[in-house]
């Protein structure tokens, strides 16, 4: 070979070297990015290239080895991967990376034999391969070696102190490491350290690497901090638009905030992009346990299963779904198996769990995540005896972990165990300081600590005794006089005393939003009051702008306290709803009828299974309310069909740990299907019974014009095309065609309705209510025609004329409000007092939070002289507005007349609380106490009297008495 020739073919050598590199260079391009194919294909590219050099390059071959690897993992090519990697071994023995990569593929196939060799022939080639030292920790932990396996997670943070190392890779490693250790002994420094030193480190060796942005804000989202968490998840997307790991980091973060479509969404891509990732078929499993859809979770768990069988986390959800379709063990039978030898068997007739649970412990004594895990899914579904236990083993099991200590201090405060929530919540916090649920759960528990008590016979009012001492006391009594009511109606006692916690205004934060962090640990939730079943919380309403009936919510919430405990958290979401929602003894919402009207006839109606995750998944506030007004309806349903006791029978049903298709065989003797046929067919009866109310058109506006263009002799049709011309704005073209239609039919009630409100613009009332008379004359029944026409005559004070539409339109539409307030006002001006009564008692029926009616109903009743009916109202009243001093005045001048002096004692104390100068009040006080033997109260209040008003009279010859 000639100097020329030997240059020609180095020079060629280097040209195919160069390419490959190029090649590898640009294939973990598209990687990084998720170009995933692109990067396969230019894989491939650079096989061929590699395999025209003999011998190849041994570091580019295994780039390139590496590269194809992680591209199956990414994409759900585990058994290539694992092919690939044993094939690359073999042509390399000696490299330990590739040992290494073969534990990490063995042990998240769960083969973990297999792992623990590929382990040990990385570590013999090189002690300091950071990725086996990362495998072997894992698998320490899951043969219950937690003392080892610690070490091996130390192993990352003294190794970075000692190589400093610099390549992403290893940095990315060092940071799960690390973070590990630091979640087991507490060292919050190293959070910190990963997320804001070694996280950026990886990107500033390689801009590319998506993972230390999803590593950091996998961290964040782990402390609850999900604005930061978000900010890392996208622009880890940024680079990588298919990170599949991402997206479940995504779907975790929604259902965290109760968003679970969107949840399923970032799921179901997750598994477009890798059907076997493993966290992705776990995160699914969760939602669907979420959702009530525990057959459907089992299989999914299953599937989890056959990817790794031996996963901690996958046999968690597993074991969940057998103790949700099986029965929940008692306590004692838990104990017992976790005290068994590790050789026992179980007997041949032990429920599945049992199973599960006895093999796990055959190789794995200490199973920390799995009980921990398990125990939240159990927690979820309100299994809390189970999820305390599971708890308090993990704890004891593997101390390290502060997760556990976080959650049975959230758990203690859903169980009212405040005490004990207070000690393991602060022992959390010092574990783990970045916890934003355990920081808001102590801000809560120190709010509580300042509140005051009020205990009784069967509760313990929990009050902010600056702003609610009034409200607590009333509470306290209202519960203690529905008690006895409850306890009959379900012929059960829950155990111990129920602890209601009041919330108001404090530190510089809304009562909803101390409310909200006292149920979630996070300042939002839907409701002003809730259930855990052992204790109840609500939004105070002297706190709310809106106010409401508190005695409902009350009771609504104690119904849940009582089905939860009889039926041991059996019971489903809808039908402790629909308990609770009955218990009120309101009539249906409005906005139940509304929704009814613009849902039935549709056939939108949720199956009882459907029911339970719409409650804690609702896409809108429609769906939340609909899915009460429909549990609402199947309880009426079943009272109808099926008898006055029905609901007790289903109800003893699921105290028997019945599902509700069993349940509704057993009680009913019919099948699930047919109930729910049943149950449809009475919702459509009585959705044909609600007239009146506006529904949307089926017909988009250009539909509309579409058909009305194609007939326009059509006079309805050409009223409603109006009315909608005039809603987009279009006044002229409006008011020409509904003229045209008024010229034909002056009694077309869409087109009179549309000149009339183009009337109203100008003001001109007469001129409106001439256009609307043929209508009205004809005895239409257009709601919106009724209204104005209502509405216009009542501004003009023709209450005679205004009568008559009134009473005719509450005679068609009984269920709407606006005709008894409408009626009210009529009957009040036409000084028809008997009238009046009867449209007041029909509104506070009809809307429970109508304080203005309530009190119009007590003030009635005291100008007849109707004591006890004074006395009702002026109580009703006071459960929506309990710091009224006018009410208090007059039950407590009520209660004179009725001989009810400690009752007077009580309504003149509470009004001098709000209005301390009312000098009659205090006499009154003052009187009474004389009278009721209490000379020495008396005498103290008399005493204030003449002090803020000396020449009170009748204080005086009251001061002689004394």
């Given at each position: 070979?000639?100097?020329?020739?030997?240059?020609l073919?180095a020079?060629?050598?280097?040209?195919?070297?160069?390419?490959?590199?190029?090649?590898?260079?640009?294939?973990?391009?598209?990687?990084?990015?998720?170009?995933?194919?692109?990067?396969?294909?230019?894989?491939?590219?650079?096989?061929?290239?590699?395999?025209?050099?003999?011998?190849?390059?041994?570091?580019?071959?295994?780039?390139?080895?590496?590269?194809?690897?992680?591209?199956?993992?990414l994409?759900?090519?585990?058994?290539?991967?694992?092919?690939?990697?044993?094939?690359?071994?073999k042509q390399?023995?000696?490299?330990?990376?590739?040992h290494?990569?073969?534990?990490q593929?063995?042990?998240?196939?769960?083969?973990?034999?297999?792992?623990?060799?590929?382990?040990?022939?990385?570590?013999?080639?090189?002690?300091?391969q950071?990725?086996?030292?990362?495998?072997?920790?894992?698998?320490?932990?899951?043969?219950?070696?937690?003392?080892?396996?610690?070490?091996?997670?130390?192993?990352?943070?003294?190794?970075?102190?000692?190589?400093?190392?610099?390549?992403?890779?290893?940095l990315?490693?060092?940071?799960?490491?690390a973070?590990?250790?630091?979640?087991?002994?507490?060292?919050?420094?190293i959070?910190?350290?990963?997320?804001?030193?070694?996280?950026?480190?990886?990107?500033?060796a390689d801009?590319?690497?998506?993972q230390?942005?999803?590593?950091?804000?996998?961290?964040?989202?782990?402390?609850?901090?999900?604005?930061?968490?978000?900010?890392?998840?996208?622009?880890?997307l940024?680079?990588?638009?298919?990170?599949?790991?991402?997206?479940?980091?995504?779907?975790?973060?929604?259902?965290?905030?109760?968003?679970?479509?969107?949840?399923?969404?970032?799921?179901?891509?997750?598994?477009?992009?890798?059907?076997?990732?493993l966290?992705?078929?776990l995160?699914?499993?969760?939602?669907?346990?979420?959702?009530?859809?525990v057959?459907?979770?089992?299989?999914?768990?299953?599937?989890?299963?056959n990817?790794?069988?031996?996963?901690?986390?996958?046999?968690?959800?597993?074991?969940?779904?057998?103790?949700?379709?099986?029965g929940?063990?008692?306590?004692?039978?838990?104990?017992?198996?976790?005290t068994v030898?590790d050789?026992?068997e179980?007997?041949?007739?032990?429920?599945?769990?049992?199973?599960?649970?006895?093999?796990?412990?055959?190789?794995?004594?200490?199973?920390?995540?799995?009980?921990?895990?398990?125990?939240?899914?159990?927690?979820?579904?309100?299994?809390?005896v189970?999820?305390?236990?599971?708890?308090?083993?993990?704890?004891?099991?593997?101390?390290?972990?502060?997760?556990?200590?976080?959650s049975?201090?959230?758990?203690y405060?859903?169980?009212?165990?405040t005490?004990?929530?207070?000690?393991?919540?602060?022992?959390?916090?010092?574990?783990?300081?970045?916890?934003?649920?355990?920081?808001?759960?102590?801000?809560?528990?120190?709010?509580?600590?300042?509140?005051?008590?009020?205990?009784?016979?069967?509760?313990?009012?929990r009050?902010?005794?600056?702003?609610?001492?009034?409200?607590?006391q009333?509470?306290?009594?209202?519960?203690?006089?529905?008690y006895?009511e409850?306890?009959?109606?379900?012929?059960?006692?829950?155990?111990?005393?129920?602890?209601?916690?009041?919330?108001?205004?404090?530190?510089?934060?809304?009562?909803?939003?101390?409310?909200?962090?006292?149920?979630?640990?996070?300042?939002?939730?839907?409701?002003?009051g809730?259930?855990?079943?052992?204790?109840?919380?609500?939004?105070?309403?002297?706190?709310?702008?809106?106010?409401?009936?508190?005695?409902?919510?009350?009771?609504?919430?104690?119904?849940?306290?009582?089905?939860?405990?009889?039926?041991?958290?059996?019971?489903?979401?809808w039908?402790?709803?629909?308990?609770?929602?009955?218990?009120?003894?309101?009539?249906?919402?409005?906005?139940?009828?509304?929704?009814?009207?613009?849902?039935?006839?549709?056939?939108?109606?949720?199956?009882?299974?459907?029911?339970?995750?719409?409650?804690?998944?609702?896409?809108?506030?429609?769906?939340w309310?609909?899915?009460?007004?429909?549990?609402?309806?199947?309880?009426?349903?079943?009272?109808?069909?099926?008898?006055?006791?029905?609901?007790?029978k289903?109800?003893?049903?699921?105290?028997?740990?019945?599902?509700?298709?069993?349940?509704?065989?057993?009680?009913?003797?019919?099948?699930?299907?047919?109930?729910?046929?049943?149950?449809?067919?009475?919702?459509?009866?009585?959705?044909?019974?609600?007239?009146?109310?506006?529904?949307?058109?089926?017909?988009?506006?250009?539909?509309?014009?579409?058909?009305?263009?194609?007939?326009?002799?059509?006079?309805?049709?050409?009223?409603?095309?109006?009315?909608?011309?005039?809603?987009?704005?279009?006044?002229?073209?409006?008011?020409?065609?509904a003229?045209?239609?008024?010229?034909?039919?002056?009694?077309?009630s869409?087109?009179?309705?549309?000149?009339?409100?183009?009337?109203?613009l100008?003001?001109?009332?007469?001129?409106?209510?001439?256009?609307?008379?043929?209508?009205?004359?004809?005895?239409?029944?257009?709601?919106?025609?009724?209204?104005?026409?209502?509405?216009?005559?009542?501004?003009?004070?023709?209450?005679?004329?205004?009568?008559t539409i009134?009473?005719?339109?509450?005679?068609?539409?009984?269920?709407?409000?606006?005709?008894?307030?409408?009626?009210?006002?009529?009957?009040?001006?036409?000084?028809?007092?008997?009238?009046?009564?009867?449209?007041?008692?029909?509104?506070?029926?009809l809307?429970?939070?109508?304080?203005?009616?309530?009190?119009?109903?007590?003030?009635?009743?005291?100008?007849?002289?109707?004591?006890?009916?004074?006395?009702?109202?002026?109580?009703?009243?006071l459960?929506?507005?309990?710091?009224?001093?006018?009410?208090?005045?007059?039950?407590?001048?009520t209660?004179?007349?009725?001989?009810?002096?400690?009752?007077?004692?009580?309504?003149?104390?509470?009004l001098?609380?709000?209005?301390?100068?009312?000098?009659?009040?205090?006499?009154?006080?003052a009187?009474?106490?004389?009278?009721?033997?209490?000379?020495?109260?008396a005498?103290?209040?008399?005493?204030?009297?003449?002090?803020?008003?000396?020449?009170?009279?009748?204080?005086?010859?009251?001061?002689?008495?004394?």
């Amino acid at each position: 070979m000639t100097a020329n020739t030997a240059f020609l073919q180095a020079a060629a050598d280097d040209m195919d070297s160069a390419d490959v590199k190029t090649l590898l260079k640009t294939a973990y391009d598209h990687q990084q990015h998720g170009r995933y194919e692109e990067s396969r294909e230019v894989y491939d590219k650079a096989t061929a290239q590699l395999g025209k050099t003999s011998p190849p390059n041994a570091e580019q071959n295994l780039k390139l080895q590496r590269g194809l690897i992680e591209l199956d993992r990414l994409t759900g090519k585990s058994r290539a991967a694992l092919q690939r990697v044993e094939a690359a071994i073999k042509q390399a023995p000696e490299v330990p990376l590739l040992h290494a990569i073969g534990a990490q593929l063995y042990y998240e196939s769960g083969d973990y034999e297999q792992a623990h060799q590929y382990v040990r022939r990385a570590l013999a080639l090189d002690a300091d391969q950071p990725l086996a030292h990362l495998i072997q920790a894992h698998l320490l932990t899951d043969a219950g070696k937690i003392d080892e396996a610690n070490e091996g997670y130390r192993w990352f943070v003294r190794y970075y102190n000692r190589a400093q190392p610099e390549d992403a890779e290893t940095l990315l490693l060092i940071g799960e490491g690390a973070t590990q250790y630091a979640r087991w002994n507490s060292v919050s420094q190293i959070f910190t350290f990963v997320i804001n030193t070694v996280c950026p480190d990886v990107l500033k060796a390689d801009p590319l690497a998506w993972q230390a942005a999803y590593l950091s804000g996998s961290i964040l989202q782990e402390k609850y901090n999900r604005p930061q968490a978000a900010d890392e998840f996208t622009a880890a997307l940024k680079i990588n638009p298919q990170a599949a790991e991402v997206y479940v980091a995504l779907a975790y973060a929604f259902i965290e905030g109760h968003e679970f479509d969107e949840a399923g969404k970032m799921i179901e891509r997750a598994l477009e992009i890798n059907p076997r990732l493993l966290d992705a078929l776990l995160t699914r499993c969760d939602l669907e346990l979420i959702n009530g859809q525990v057959h459907q979770a089992l299989k999914t768990a299953q599937s989890a299963v056959n990817i790794n069988a031996r996963s901690q986390l996958v046999l968690a959800r597993l074991a969940a779904c057998y103790l949700l379709l099986d029965g929940v063990p008692e306590r004692e039978a838990l104990a017992e198996l976790f005290t068994v030898s590790d050789d026992a068997e179980p007997r041949a007739d032990a429920s599945r769990f049992t199973k599960l649970t006895t093999e796990l412990l055959k190789h794995n004594p200490k199973p920390g995540y799995f009980l921990y895990e398990l125990a939240q899914l159990m927690e979820m579904k309100r299994r809390f005896v189970f999820a305390e236990f599971a708890y308090l083993k993990t704890i004891s099991l593997m101390p390290q972990l502060s997760g556990p200590k976080s959650s049975l201090g959230m758990l203690y405060m859903q169980m009212g165990k405040t005490d004990l929530a207070l000690q393991t919540l602060d022992e959390a916090f010092k574990s783990d300081p970045y916890h934003v649920r355990v920081s808001n759960m102590r801000k809560v528990l120190g709010v509580l600590e300042s509140y005051g008590a009020i205990v009784t016979d069967h509760f313990v009012i929990r009050y902010d005794s600056r702003a609610d001492a009034i409200l607590g006391q009333y509470m306290a009594d209202y519960l203690e006089e529905i008690y006895p009511e409850l306890v009959a109606q379900f012929g059960y006692e829950p155990p111990g005393k129920t602890q209601f916690e009041i919330y108001h205004d404090a530190k510089g934060l809304s009562a909803h939003q101390w409310f909200s962090a006292r149920m979630i640990g996070l300042p939002w939730i839907q409701t002003i009051g809730a259930s855990t079943g052992a204790v109840v919380a609500l939004t105070s309403p002297t706190a709310m702008k809106e106010p409401f009936n508190w005695a409902s919510v009350l009771k609504h919430e104690l119904v849940h306290v009582f089905t939860l405990q009889q039926t041991k958290y059996k019971i489903p979401h809808w039908f402790t709803e629909a308990l609770a929602v009955r218990s009120e003894g309101s009539a249906r919402p409005q906005r139940f009828n509304q929704l009814l009207v613009k849902r039935v006839p549709q056939g939108e109606i949720y199956s009882l299974e459907e029911l339970d995750g719409v409650f804690v998944r609702p896409k809108s506030s429609d769906n939340w309310n609909f899915a009460y007004c429909q549990s609402l309806l199947c309880a009426d349903f079943m009272v109808e069909e099926f008898g006055a006791d029905a609901l007790k029978k289903l109800l003893t049903s699921y105290q028997n740990q019945r599902s509700t298709e069993a349940a509704v065989k057993e009680c009913f003797q019919i099948s699930l299907e047919e109930f729910e046929k049943r149950y449809h067919a009475y919702l459509k009866k009585i959705t044909a019974s609600l007239k009146g109310y506006q529904t949307e058109s089926s017909r988009s506006f250009s539909e509309l014009k579409k058909a009305y263009e194609a007939d326009k002799e059509d006079l309805n049709l050409a009223g409603e095309y109006a009315a909608n011309l005039l809603q987009h704005r279009k006044k002229q073209e409006a008011r020409e065609l509904a003229q045209s239609v008024l010229s034909k039919d002056p009694a077309q009630s869409q087109a009179a309705l549309t000149i009339a409100r183009l009337e109203l613009l100008s003001e001109d009332l007469p001129a409106v209510l001439a256009i609307m008379q043929p209508a009205l004359k004809a005895k239409t029944d257009d709601v919106e025609v009724l209204e104005l026409a209502g509405k216009i005559l009542l501004k003009q004070k023709q209450y005679p004329e205004a009568l008559t539409i009134y009473e005719a339109a509450h005679k068609k539409y009984p269920y709407q409000t606006e005709w008894l307030q409408g009626l009210a006002i009529i009957y009040r001006q036409l000084k028809d007092e008997q009238k009046q009564k009867e449209a007041l008692l029909k509104l506070v029926h009809l809307d429970p939070a109508d304080v203005d009616s309530m009190l119009e109903l007590m003030y009635l009743y005291q100008s007849e002289g109707d004591l006890k009916q004074t006395l009702h109202w002026g109580q009703a009243a006071l459960q929506i507005d309990v710091l009224d001093p006018d009410t208090h005045e007059c039950l407590g001048e009520t209660a004179l007349k009725l001989k009810q002096p400690e009752l007077a004692i009580r309504e003149f104390r509470v009004l001098l609380l709000l209005d301390a100068k009312n000098s009659q009040a205090r006499y009154l006080l003052a009187n009474t106490l004389f009278e009721s033997g209490k000379k020495q109260e008396a005498e103290t209040e008399l005493d204030l009297l003449l002090k803020q008003n000396p020449e009170h009279a009748a204080g005086r010859k009251l001061k002689e008495k004394l």
